[in-house]
């Protein structure tokens, strides 16, 4: 089947399995993330994906844009019930999951994650590319995963020169045996998670996390908040927030964006 046969609803909602309780296909949508957030009626582990979005968002009012069938670009809306302190959690429990899938159907890629939860992929001769990013977004009780994945993206289609696609790094994936394998690791982890009432240690998912972070360990740039902090990143702390020792000072960063100055030796 080729990379780009539209996704079939019926076919991903039994793939799914009763885990996700509702699973919808569009062909074309603004933002899938816009959509289930303003979704009042979206069950708790609503599922959607688009083929193409006309208006994706990434963090900090970025855009995120593949063309139509090119990747998998989709949300999940959860209604956690665990304690509002461990929500801090979820865009990394999101990364971790997105990484895990993507190890299991294409086991001779090399992948890591740069905080918070950037996908970044081994490029032979070169600097590791973004495959993937995620958006979280909360409106009230719910919380929206958004993922957007390059699957086939061929490299004059690419949104940016740093990224990259399972494809350019050599892996033909079905999207939607791809599809499938991210919601039961997406499931696995929230359950985890939520199982352990929001407590990333005892989850097993902190230190998940700190096994696939290429940012941890490396000599880092971080843009946060209008100021800019150089220092090495030593570790992530309860609430998911990135630690970064400068000059001997630690710093938990929430929210920024990280540039690897120098790569942990992994
Ligand atoms: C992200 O933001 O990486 C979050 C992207 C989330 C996209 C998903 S798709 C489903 C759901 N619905 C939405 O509307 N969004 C979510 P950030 O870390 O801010 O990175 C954004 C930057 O990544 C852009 O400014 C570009 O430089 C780059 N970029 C855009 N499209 C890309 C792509 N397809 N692949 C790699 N990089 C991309």
Redesign the pocket.
Known sequence: MGSRDPLDQADLTRRAGERWARVQVVAETG????DLLHDETAPDRSVLV?EV?T??????D?????PSGA?L???VLVRPTVLMSGWGWLPLLAGVAVAEAVSEVAPQLEVALKWPN?LLLARAGGLPG??????VQSAEDAVVI???L?VS?SADE???P??TSLALCGAEVDRADLAEVLLRRLDARYAQWADCNGDAEAAGLAMAYRELCATIGSDVSVATGGTELVGSAVDVDPAGRLVVDVEGELHAVAAG?VHHIRAAGR
């Not at 208006?55 to 900090?60: K, L, P, W």
């Open positions: 933002s899938t993330n816009a688009a979005q208006a994706g968002r990434g963090r900090f970025r855009t995120w844009t593949s990747g670009t989709l949300s950037d973004k495959a993937a990013g995620i958006l958004g993922i957007g390059n993206t690419l949104a940016v740093g990224a964006d």
